[in-house]
């Protein structure tokens, strides 16, 4: 009978490492040119036959606002009580401040009235027109007089919201510019729904191209060859045309569209997590090569080794990100899935395309440098060698380890310091004002914007209803005038503008069951401030009917504005599921890998700590410093759980390593080995994701510069600070305790 080699049975010459995950990594070996083709026969089959994500989108209004929301359903309703509709997200703005002539300011009327006659052979789409002007100059309302004016623009139902803006521009060619000379473009939030999906189109090839130089450039640099790069890149690349082609087509047959703001980041998530994969496995492998293994016996016992720490680490960042589909927000609701499903197919790439081009291409992949032995580290038990100094990393992990109450204490305090800006955090959704300075659309904004107070190019509409409620107009009338003085309202127009008229249709209904009133704010309605004024006022409006006589009647807020603050408060609502389920995953999943559950607590607070600091440092970077109104609603959201999963990723990856020296060492002399040699990997992978997110600011949109700024500072934190510092310290003050209810080995207990 054949003895079998130390590490295992040897078959096919390869030894075959203990265990399952040696067991699989000895398959991933044995059958390495077939994994490798299958993932490439894969990637070209999907790109082939699959759609991508832009395909798959239908990019409706729906997908960044909840479809059953209550202004969703006030605008149906005042639609269907009224003779015609006053909320248009689509606006005209001409401007000329020298003064509008009074036969231009008629013409603004006439071609109104023609479009709502279908006068106009080419812009029948245009279903109807309703013309507005500062010529009386009556501030708040309007900032000067007779210079600006608005046609707001609706359209019928089989125009698309991308042809809106072409048939408005063809409006303009056609009838407006040939006769004036000012000012005139097209805003509103469908325009700029629109720009910003195609500047997202636009940007992405630019984004995908920085990061496959950054990932080249950092992983080049840091393996000093062209091979690890190369590896690397080919991995991602597979990874991404199966993983978006994946999410497209599964979109398309569940039904579900991934919205435009989605796909860059996965992009740049997908990029630096394989990266960062790819770096732990080059990493460990390369050293078992300088070792003198052979290629295939080194590719088995490395990816052996690391299987069930990146396996987990994997799995915990999809978990973690898929827990986003117990959203109630159909753009979480998408986010989640979408992440979920590439994250899970980037590590299945990781954990067998990889290893198994390493089996295949071993020391030639480092070339033009050999692998060569690691000097022994200072950390691992032995007196540092004279005259040698010692590394940054190896210093950071023997402070954290000798001195950890004063380590904790010191990060703690700076941690809390920038955490202290989530207390400042406004939740807005610039949905203009967040556009390129050079967009047309926010020009055209901020030309409306010069005459009249900036609520009037996206208004909102306060519906009143109850039983005969257009016969108390003498009610409707005090109503009118108490809603003209709350704070934050620049303009009232409602039944007291015809005190004695009969017509019925504009803001009586014609039911008699409805009054509505169109309430322009003295505000950016896109900021945070305009959303708290339509939250303060919906809290008064029971004190405020009762006030003017109308106890029994009830009120509902239509518009982007009330749309915008019942999108943030549902997206608040969902932190309220989503947290809990991501936590107890993350949790779960780090108890069972570690066997532990002391240290998964402080693992994981340790990491809501660094995603506190990061929202903080965002808040006073884009609020204090830039000057921004606000942060749009869905970046703290999406920072929460991207941040905590991949903070879990790294703590997975240090502490395997750790419990893996704590076999054979004391504890705290394992976190100092296990620290110091994990330093590196995780440093890299930590700048690679961080430079990945960093490099969304190419998105010349304030959402995208906000994201970009709080995920690359939390992964920066999480990297230098939290997995060398605060981390080791934390498991060298817990001490074997951390382990509970595992058992401890026999040198696990410090000296």
């Known amino acids: 009978m054949r003895p079998p080699r130390p590490g295992g049975i040897a078959r096919w010459g390869v030894p075959r490492p203990r265990g399952p995950a040696g067991t699989i990594a000895w398959l991933i070996v044995k059958l390495r040119f077939l994994v490798v083709a299958a993932w490439i026969a894969g990637a070209v089959v999907a790109t082939v036959q699959l759609p991508d994500i832009g395909e798959a989108q239908a990019g409706a209004l729906g997908d960044l606002v909840p479809n059953d929301a209550d202004a969703l359903q006030a605008e149906i309703r005042s639609a269907e009580e009224f003779a015609f509709p006053l909320l248009s997200r689509t606006v005209i703005v001409q401007r000329d401040a020298d003064g509008l002539s009074p036969a231009e300011q008629a013409r603004v009327v006439e071609r109104a009235a023609a479009l709502n006659t279908g006068d106009y052979p080419g812009l029948r789409g245009i279903a109807g027109a309703l013309p507005l002007s500062n010529t009386l100059g009556r501030p708040p309302f309007s900032r000067e007089s007779s210079t600006t004016a608005l046609t707001y623009l609706f359209f019928t139902s089989d125009v698309h919201q991308s042809d809106r803006g072409r048939l408005a521009q063809r409006l303009i060619e056609r009838r407006i510019e040939p006769s004036f000379d000012g000012y005139v473009g097209v805003t509103g939030a469908i325009p700029a729904r629109v720009d910003r999906t195609e500047l997202i189109a636009d940007r992405l090839p630019l984004i995908e191209l920085a990061t496959v130089l950054l990932v080249a450039g950092i992983v080049g640099l840091h393996f000093r060859g062209l091979g690890a790069p190369l590896i690397t890149l080919l991995a991602v690349a597979v990874a991404y045309l199966i993983s978006t082609r994946t999410v497209g087509a599964v979109g398309e047959q569940l039904g579900f569209s991934v919205p435009s703001e989605v796909e860059p980041v996965i992009v740049v998530l997908l990029f630096g997590v394989v990266t960062d994969y790819s770096i732990f496995f080059l990493s460990r492998i390369r050293r078992r090569l300088a070792d003198g293994e052979e290629r295939r016996a080194a590719s088995a016992a490395g990816s052996a080794e690391l299987l069930p720490i990146i396996f987990t680490a994997g799995l915990t960042v999809t978990v973690a990100s898929g827990s986003l589909v117990v959203a109630e927000l159909g753009f979480f609701e998408a986010f989640g899935p979408g992440m979920a499903l590439s994250l899970l197919v980037g590590t299945l790439v990781a954990i067998t395309f990889i290893p198994a081009l390493l089996a295949i291409g071993g020391r030639a992949l480092f070339w033009p440098r050999a692998p060569e032995p690691d000097a022994p580290a200072p950390d691992d038990g032995e007196p540092p060698t004279e005259g040698r100094a010692r590394p940054t990393r ?253 903070g879990s990723d790294y703590n997975v990856f240090l502490t395997g390593r750790i419990w893996l020296e704590a076999r054979h060492r004391p504890l705290r002399e394992a976190v100092r080995v296990a620290g110091a040699r994990a330093a590196t990997p995780i440093t890299i992978a930590g700048l690679v994701l961080a430079g990945s997110f960093a490099l969304l600011f190419l998105v010349p949109l304030w959402a995208f510069q906000q994201l970009a700024f709080a995920m690359a500072a939390g992964l920066l934190i999480d990297a230098f600070l939290v997995r060398t510092l605060v981390v080791p310290a934390l498991i060298s003050l817990v001490g074997p305790v951390s382990r509970w209810p595992g058992r401890r080995g026999p040198r696990e207990v410090e000296d």
Do not use: K
């Open 394 to 646: 190896n210093r950071a992990v023997r402070l954290a380890t000798g001195h950890p109450i004063l380590t904790l204490l010191a990060c703690v305090a700076l941690l809390i310091a920038a955490a202290s800006g989530v207390t400042r955090l406004e939740l807005g959704n610039p949905v203009i004002r967040g556009l390129p300075g050079d967009s047309t659309v926010r020009q055209a904004y901020a030309e409306g914007q010069q005459g009249f107070a900036p609520g009037v190019l996206a208004p909102t509409v306060l519906l009143v209803e109850g039983p005969r409620v257009v016969e108390q107009r003498p009610a409707l009338r005090r109503f009118q005038r108490l809603l003209e003085d709350q704070a934050g309202v620049a303009e009232v127009v409602g039944p007291a503008d015809r005190p004695g008229g009969r017509t019925f249709g504009a803001v009586l209904s014609r039911t008699g069951e409805a009054a509505r009133f169109f309430v322009v704010l003295d505000m950016d309605p896109f900021s945070a401030r305009a959303v708290n004024v339509i939250r303060r006022l919906d809290r008064r409006m029971p004190r405020l009917l009762a006030a003017a006589g109308l106890p029994n009647a009830s009120t509902a807020f239509a518009g982007d504005t009330a749309l915008s603050a019942e999108t943030i408060d549902r997206a608040l609502d969902d932190i309220g599921r989503v947290a809990p389920t991501a936590l107890l995953a993350v949790l779960a999943i780090l108890a069972v890998f570690l066997r532990a559950l002391v240290a998964p607590l402080y693992l994981v607070a340790a990491s809501l700590l660094a995603l506190a600091a990061s929202l903080g440092l965002t808040a006073y970077v884009f609020q204090d410093l830039a000057g921004q109104p606000g942060i749009s609603y869905f970046v703290p959201f999406a920072a929460a759980v991207l941040l905590l999963s991949l």
